[in-house]
């Protein structure tokens, strides 16, 4: 029942101040997904083909280090947008995301909304400033956490 | 409407506030690596040591040196005095071999407080980086003890890896007493974590508070306040109703020596604690 996600996508804080046309489309390709505590989303490598805004729960994103297995590098929760590896080629996951908590999210179908950002280009630049602002966040606070602040030395 | 809070009443130890006044140390508590709780009892039989939450002592190791710590216990003088600190110098590093009995110069208490009466009826928001919860601490207790005085409560702390939280089984009981709202990151995730990873300035964004209500303060290393200011203001709450606890080298600590000049202001008798509109204009300024 796909217009039953319209309402839901409207209060995504991601889509926020997005036109009604626009959230059609992207309700679209859009379905709920559940994950359970512990599950991987997706892996390292494997092909990108979505993105998901998280309703309820957190997950990880986690780098595999060789004789330290999985280690989170940040934690993305309630509210919040994984994954854009499906925008740009070759279309493959860097990281690995593992669920920390039971998790409710909104699946978005990576091909499908590429075909409606090249079909309607207002829909494609408003994504791309969405994806950039949040990609632009990150940035800065993975620059912050690279400065080791709570160090001795700090 | 909010009721008029009692404020803890700054007491000055001595008259001449350069002389230290002999303290025992009651018990010395590891918090974490590279951390330690000092409690610490007048020896002339004076029960109370009150001060008011963002204040600071001056403590000195006899023979070593003096160094300026913040106030981590409890502001109404029912407790111990308790000072939390690292180990990063010869002073700090003296103190952490005292032991139980031993005794230590106190001149204090010194600086500005955290707002608590204009804090009343607000949300208060709560950032804290690493050792930066120390200072706040006494803020949080008498938050607590005059709960119905505030709205949302909400702490965000952030620290280096797990082991590097402070306080963390009061930090477990707070989050059990479900009128405070903890949020704990961590910069480096072991495995046994199981909670967010991520710098502190993170949360500020997930933080479930009312900007236009809300009152933050925020204490850390001076880089994540930066941030987290930037972040504060992002969510809508603006510099005259945020707080920020500076850190410099500070000597007298009654503004004579200009050790800690900090623009036009020494952090040692305008500060620590500063609304940040005040010091917008040269915070994070590298000539200051």
């Not at chain 2, 204090?108 to 949300?123: H, I, K, L």
């Not at chain 2, 510099?239 to 009654?254: D, G, L, Q, W």
Request: charged share 25%; glycine share 10%; aromatic share 10%.
């Amino acid at each position: 029942m796909i217009h039953n996600l319209e309402p839901i996508i409207r209060e995504q804080p991601f889509f926020q101040g997005l036109e009604e046309r626009h959230i059609k489309l992207v309700t679209g390709c859009a379905k709920n997904v559940r994950f359970e505590a512990g599950q991987v989303i997706f892996r390292e490598g494997e092909e990108a083909d979505k993105f998901y805004l998280i309703r309820e729960g957190l997950v990880a994103v986690e780098v595999l280090v060789p004789e330290r297995g999985s280690t989170a590098v940040q934690t993305v929760c309630e509210g919040e947008m994984l994954g854009w590896s499906w925008l740009f080629p070759p279309y493959r996951w860097r990281f690995q995301a593992r669920t920390r908590q039971a998790t409710r999210a909104l699946a978005f179908d990576g091909k499908c909304l590429r075909a409606k950002c090249e079909g309607d280009h207002d829909l494609g630049y408003e994504l791309l400033k969405r994806f950039s602002r949040v990609v632009t966040d990150r940035l800065e606070a993975t620059r912050v956490q690279l400065m080791d602040l709570y160090g001795t030395n700090s | 409407m909010a009721q008029t809070l009692e404020q803890p009443v700054t007491t000055g130890l001595t008259p001449n506030p350069m002389l230290p006044e002999p303290h025992r140390i009651q018990r010395l508590r590891s918090e974490t690596d590279d951390t330690f709780t000092l409690e610490i009892e007048p020896t002339d039989g004076r029960g109370r040591f009150l001060f008011a939450p963002g204040q600071f002592n001056m403590l000195y190791v006899f023979g070593v040196g003096e160094v300026p710590i913040s106030i981590s216990g409890y502001p109404h003088g029912t407790k111990p005095l308790q000072h939390t600190t690292r180990v990063v110098g010869a002073v700090t590093r003296a103190m952490r071999r005292l032991k139980r009995g031993d005794m230590i110069g106190i001149r204090g208490p010194f600086g500005s407080q955290w707002p608590m009466e204009e804090a009343t009826g607000r949300d208060l928001v709560i950032v804290a980086g690493g050792i930066g919860l120390a200072p706040l601490r006494p803020a949080l207790y008498h938050m607590m003890a005059h709960r119905e005085s505030y709205r949302r409560i909400v702490l965000l702390y952030g620290t280096r890896t797990p082991e590097d939280i402070l306080y963390r089984r009061e930090l477990e009981r707070w989050r059990g007493k479900f009128d405070l709202e903890i949020y704990v990151t961590v910069d480096r995730a072991s495995s046994g974590w199981h909670g967010s990873v991520g710098v502190v300035t993170t949360l500020i964004s997930r933080a479930p508070f009312d900007p236009s209500n809300a009152l933050a303060l925020v204490c850390g290393p001076e880089v994540m306040m930066r941030y987290a200011v930037m972040g504060l203001h992002k969510r809508g709450v603006p510099p005259e109703r945020t707080y920020v606890s500076m850190e410099r080298n500070m000597k007298c600590a009654i503004g004579f020596c200009g050790h800690c000049q900090y623009g036009p202001a020494f952090i040692c008798k305008d500060g620590p604690v500063f609304r940040f509109d005040r010091i917008e204009s040269i915070f994070g300024k590298e000539e200051i």
